[in-house]
C-alpha cells in the first residue's frame, strides 16, 4: 500500500497522520529551517512557532487551534515590529499558521521526491481553489520540475525572496500542494485515521 499524501490544503493532517516519514521530515524542517518575517523576530517567537507547528504536524492540534496559539503565545505587544500594521495586519495569526504549515508540508514532499530521483511532481486542482488566482492557473492540473518549486519555495520562505512565483504556498491562503507525480492520484488519497 502507498503512503498517503494530500490534495490540498485541507487534506494535509489526514496525509501526516497515515506518512509517518513524511510526519518526521517535516518536523526536522520545522526544527530547522529559517522563517522569513518579522513577525518571529525576537525573544523566543521563532521557537513557539516551531513547537506549535511542530503539535499541528504530530496531530495534538488542529489549524484553529494552532492560529489561537499563534495570536496568544507570539502576541503582538512583545514584538518590537508591534506598531507596523503591515507586519500585524488583521488576520496574521491565521496567515502565519496557514503559509508555514503549507510551506513546511510541501518542502517535506519535495525534498522526498528529490531524495528519491523523483523529478517531477504533480500539483492537483484543490477543491477550494480560486479559479482566477495565479496558483490555479500556474500550478494546479499540471506536473512540475521538483527542483524548480523548491528552490522557490526555499528562496521565498527561507529567504524571504517573495516576489519569485510561482510557488507553494503562492500566497497565505493558498490550498495547493505537491504530490508525487503518478498516474492514479486515487491510490494515494489520504487514509482515514480513524481505521
Not at 163 to 177: A, E, L, Q, R
Request: proline letters at 6%; one cysteine or more.
Amino acid at each position: 500500500m502507498s503512503l498517503p499524501y494530500a490534495n490540498d490544503f485541507s487534506e494535509i493532517p489526514a496525509a501526516l497522520a497515515g506518512n509517518q516519514p513524511l510526519r518526521n521530515a517535516m518536523i526536522a524542517l520545522i526544527a530547522a529551517e529559517p522563517v522569513a518575517g518579522k513577525v518571529t523576530e525576537g525573544g523566543n517567537r521563532l521557537a513557539a512557532l516551531r513547537g506549535i507547528l511542530t503539535e499541528l504536524t504530530n496531530g495534538a492540534i488542529d489549524v484553529q487551534q494552532a492560529i489561537y496559539r499563534v495570536d496568544a503565545d507570539l502576541p503582538r505587544n512583545s514584538s518590537a515590529h508591534t506598531g507596523n500594521n503591515k507586519v500585524f495586519a488583521s488576520g496574521w495569526a491565521e496567515r502565519l499558521v496557514r503559509t508555514q504549515f503549507s510551506r513546511f508540508y510541501n518542502q517535506a514532499v519535495l525534498q522526498q521526491l528529490t531524495a528519491h530521483g523523483d523529478t517531477e511532481c504533480f500539483v492537483p486542482h484543490s477543491a477550494s481553489e480560486q479559479a482566477s488566482s495565479q496558483c490555479s492557473q500556474l500550478l494546479a492540473g499540471r506536473t512540475h520540475n521538483v527542483q524548480g518549486l523548491l528552490t522557490l519555495l526555499a528562496d521565498s520562505y527561507a529567504l524571504g525572496q517573495f516576489s519569485k512565483t510561482p510557488k507553494i504556498p503562492d500566497h497565505p491562503h493558498c490550498t495547493h500542494v505537491v504530490r508525487p507525480a503518478q498516474a492514479d492520484a486515487k491510490s494515494s488519497a489520504p487514509a482515514d485515521p480513524t481505521t
